[in-house]
């Protein structure tokens, strides 16, 4: 199994998405720079979001029945 690298808060990051790893809210860097705690809990511990992030965004936005 594959082990997914966690970010921490105060870290610094590049260009790109990390995901909460407590409540999975995603944190959108458009440059380098530190990394803040979660906006939505808090959380101070972060990971990529996995490769097919495109799908899941069109998901999203079908809704369900």
Do not use: K
Request: proline fraction near 8%.
């Amino acid at each position: 199994a594959r082990r997914a690298t966690l970010y921490q808060a105060g870290q610094v990051t590049g260009p790109g998405t990390l995901v909460c790893d407590r409540c999975g809210a995603e944190t959108h860097f458009t440059r380098t720079g530190r990394i803040p705690p979660c906006a939505e809990c808090g959380g101070l511990e972060f990971r990529r979001p996995a490769p097919r992030d495109d799908s899941d965004s069109s998901r999203q936005q079908g809704g369900e029945n």
